[in-house]
């Protein structure tokens, strides 16, 4: 059975790729940990616009923490290591670890990062494409 996508239309040409990060994204949504947001910060003294992305990582240090860019793939990974020295009488805060994945589009670099109050806010920067317009050259074949 072939499967019939939004991008599979004839006159949608080379988008494969775009639907094979469609179905990377969705199949690495996990669990919803940890939280995040995606905000839109608006352009000042005509930069380009900036997005940010905001993850909930209290109980996290900068070193449990990395940030990579793979093949257009924002990842984050936190790693808690287990302190097995400690006697919990209660234990409602568990060692945790998580991996989260954004796609970013062509045109989208990491500015920069920064962990503060529980917070880490990456910022990503939306580079202005270049505008080509290009004429065609029409042959006749005879």
Known sequence: ?????????????GFEEIERQIDRVTKGAGDGYPPYNIERIEPLNGESETLRITLAVAGFTRDQLEITLTDNQLIVRGRQVEEKT???????????????????AEGIEVKSADLADG???IDLKRLEPE?????IEIRDRN
């Open 1 to 13: 059975m072939s499967r019939i996508s939004m991008l599979s239309s004839p006159l949608l040409l």
């Open 86 to 104: 400690k006697n919990y009488l209660h234990r409602g805060i568990a060692a945790r670890q998580f991996s989260r994945t954004f796609v970013l």
């Open 119 to 121: 917070l880490l806010s």
């Open 131 to 135: 505008r080509l317009v290009r004429t």
